[in-house]
């Protein structure tokens, strides 16, 4: 069940759905504009966020962001009569999605010819059933590096970030609230033969969100996390990044040195983000990342 929750008098967000991949869809509400953040995965999950919205008496949304070019973030889009900002990166990978069909057939093909990968390709079926009308709107504005939008009262800083889930992934700061919508920056690159991270733009994405000052961050397709949450997800994080560098690779290696640095067994959460460093190191070494 999707619920609006409040955060500060001025970030809502609208909670996450794993089954059809909806993610987490914010709302900045300054004293002259709301902002909201990514459009969501259908016109349908657009609509129902700005039902909410509306709902709890939150004044409408005028413009919005999109922090990357996955259809969960952006195939909400048409519904939007609004301005919508993206990086200009965005843009160019969503305006390769235009052309595209959105059939089974043709999902399908684009899962056996490695374009579309089996997880994005069975939500999409499932969010959408048959009835299947995605068209791809383009955003009206873009930036490069960085944007300032100042709504009243509230700052929001648009940063593009990059990282190994997707090169265009931008973060969105309320500066005021110390929020950092970190959209899914920080999770692994899903369209490879294998999830992976890879330890060089990992460390260099931590040090980027490092420069800000939160005390919240929002994961798309998780939860809003305290600063402590965070940190321990960042430390896993980098911990793992440089014992694959530094081990190269060597998984069992790796997970012996974890297993000292914390000096207890390794967890789920753990062993997972390791695989995905060794599977980046693998795929580094055979040139297909
Ligand atoms: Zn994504």
């Known amino acids: 069940m999707q619920t609006l929750k409040k955060i500060t008098d001025r970030f809502w967000y609208q909670t996450p759905v794993s089954e059809t991949d909806r993610p987490i869809l914010g709302a900045v509400i300054g004293d002259k504009m709301t902002l909201m953040i990514d459009a ?5 999950h657009a609509s129902y966020f700005l039902s909410e919205l509306e709902k709890h008496h939150i004044p409408a949304p005028s413009m919005a962001v999109l ?10 889009l048409p519904a939007l009569d609004m301005l ?12 390769r999605l235009k052309p595209f069909q959105w059939t089974d057939e043709a999902l399908d093909e684009r ?7 089996e997880f994005c390709a069975s939500a999409i079926k499932k969010e959408f059933g048959s009835d299947r009308d995605i068209k791809i709107k383009l955003p009206d504005i873009t930036f ?8 009243g009262g509230v700052t929001c800083q648009l940063q593009h970030v990059g990282g190994d889930h ?8 309320i500066k005021e609230e110390k929020i950092l919508f970190l959209g899914d ?6 369209y490879s033969s294998k999830w992976n991270f890879t330890s060089g733009r990992m460390l260099k994405l931590l040090d980027s969100i490092e420069k800000f000052d939160a005390d919240t961050y929002i994961l798309s397709h998780w939860k809003a996390l305290s600063r402590a949450e965070y940190m321990q997800e960042a430390e896993l ?10 081990l190269n690779g060597e998984k069992a290696e790796i997970k012996k040195a974890y297993r000292a640095y914390k000096n207890r067994e390794l967890n789920e959460n753990e062993l997972e983000v390791i695989e995905y460093f060794v599977n980046g190191y693998d795929l580094e070494q055979k040139k297909e990342l």
């Open 40 to 44: 969501g995965n259908s016109e349908a």
């Open 111 to 117: 899962v056996r010819s490695g374009v579309e990968i």
């Open 67 to 76: 922090t990357h070019w996955h259809w969960d973030h952006i195939f909400g």
């Open 237 to 246: 994080l980098r911990k793992a990044a440089q014992l694959t560098m530094q």
């Open 166 to 173: 997707s090169a265009d992934s931008v973060v969105v700061y």
């Open 84 to 95: 919508s900002i993206a990086s200009s990166l965005t843009k160019t990978e969503m305006e």
């Open 185 to 190: 920056a920080i999770y692994a690159n899903l």
């Open 144 to 151: 490069e590096k960085r944007l300032e939008i100042d709504l």
